[in-house]
């Protein structure tokens, strides 16, 4: 079973519009750290945002937020007021454990494409 | 402050070459980690480091190996290279920050094998 699933390959959205990534796990440990990297065209990864398995609030930063629906196993990233610079592939990724073992897992990623 | 380099950039090598992808982070940093990045695959775990002299295999580790003799680096080996290894491959480092574990990445090599 895959550990990370992104089940949207290419998004739209207008500039200044808010947008939901959607990004479900899969994982039977009950400590584990769920991430976000924003990967533009030039091909580095920058990292977005985080999410523990034991946070009670789901984390902001900035015009991002993680949706965390632990029940469902869902982490989905909101971006709000869109920008034409927020254009690349996101990856949604997890971290098993409490980090003695320390294995990332990615999705697929999703391709988002702001509009002006 | 350079963050993590990769050495080199770009690579081609013909079926059965061998050669060392250098990755060095100057966070003093306890974990490293080899991705390899595919179309259509996102990225996926090759080997990865939780110290200095230990290493262990992630999801992908058939036709690679891996060295950490120094905290600071990280080494990829290719002993045959196949075109199957033709991928973009990253590095990453990451430490106790926090409550997480956040990965500083590399910027990659472009490796073609024909």
């Known amino acids: 079973a895959q550990k990370i699933t992104q089940t949207q390959p290419g998004m739209f959205v207008q500039e200044k519009e808010a947008v939901t990534l959607d990004c479900t796990y899969d994982t039977s440990d009950p400590s584990y750290g769920l991430f976000w990297y924003k990967q533009p065209s030039s091909g580095e990864m920058i990292f977005l945002i985080y999410q523990g398995s034991y946070d009670q609030q789901n984390a902001t930063e900035g015009r991002y937020s993680l949706n965390f629906q632990k029940a469902r196993k869902s982490a989905n990233l909101v971006i709000s007021a869109s920008q034409l610079g927020d254009s690349a592939m996101y990856f949604c990724a997890m971290r098993e454990g409490d980090g003695t073992g320390n294995q990332f897992y990615f999705g697929t990623g999703t391709s988002l494409t702001v509009i002006p | 402050n350079a963050g993590v380099t990769q050495t080199p950039k770009f690579r081609v090598l013909k079926t059965g070459q061998s050669m060392t992808l250098l990755c060095a982070q100057d966070m003093n940093h306890e974990y490293m980690y080899w991705y390899r990045q595919d179309p259509g695959m996102g990225l996926r775990l090759i080997h990865y480091s939780v110290g200095e002299g230990t290493t262990a295999k992630g999801e992908v580790p058939d036709g690679y190996n891996v060295s950490r003799l120094k905290k600071q680096n990280f080494l990829l080996g290719l002993e045959s290279a196949a075109p199957s290894q033709t991928s973009v491959y990253f590095c990453?480092?990451?430490?106790?920050?926090?409550?997480?574990?956040?990965?500083?990445f590399g910027p990659g090599t472009r490796l073609t094998v024909t």
């Open positions: 990453a480092s990451s430490s106790w920050r926090g409550v997480s574990y956040e990965q500083y």
